[in-house]
DNA sequence: GCCAACGTTGGC
DNA sequence: GCCAACGTTGGC
């Protein structure tokens, strides 16, 4: 079981609609940088992701479990070599968890989230995860 | 193969 | 709206 983190901007693709695509699941559709892609992968049915707001919000507010796994991208060109996951919304945090909370934890400073801040698919170390979770009421 | 120019992402 | 980081493109 591995576990990351997605990033999305609410305004083109939010928690609530994820949260309303229920237990289909929904495409992870868009990525264009090879080190997100990488790790897309990477990632085996099952695995699970937190769900990041970027740019609005800037905080993790649910997560997602990964519902099928690599695919070719369906709205990129054909021939190209990007990729999808099928993300399906599993809970919500019960208090999301803002950048600026993992900035003030001394814990989470090596989190690829400060450390590489445009990767829009990172991974997420099983102490991350667990910190997060209790840091959003889980 | 180098590097300047440019575009995009994302925090502030 | 600005800017830093960083990936990509194109001239040489």
Not at 13 to 20: F, I
Not at 25 to 48: F, I, Q, S, Y
Not at 102 to 119: C, D, F, H, T, V
Request: glycine content about 8%; some cysteine; charged content about 25%.
């Amino acid at each position: 079981m591995n576990y990351w983190l997605v990033k999305s901007e609410p305004d083109s693709w939010s928690w609530d609609q994820q949260v309303k695509k229920g237990a289909k699941g929904e495409a992870w559709t868009g990525v264009r940088n090879h080190t997100a892609k990488l790790n897309l992968m990477k990632m085996k049915k099952g695995d699970l992701a937190f769900f990041y707001h970027s740019n609005i919000g800037k905080e993790i507010v649910g997560i997602v479990e990964v519902g099928k796994e690599h695919y070719p991208d369906p709205t990129a060109k054909a021939g190209d070599p990007w990729v999808v996951v099928d993300m399906v919304a599993r809970e919500p945090l019960k208090t999301p968890v803002t950048l600026e909370a993992i900035k003030q934890e001394p814990k989470l400073k090596e989190m690829a989230l400060l450390k590489y801040s445009r990767l829009s698919v990172q991974p997420v170390t099983a102490a991350e995860w667990k910190l997060i979770c209790k840091m959003g009421g889980l």
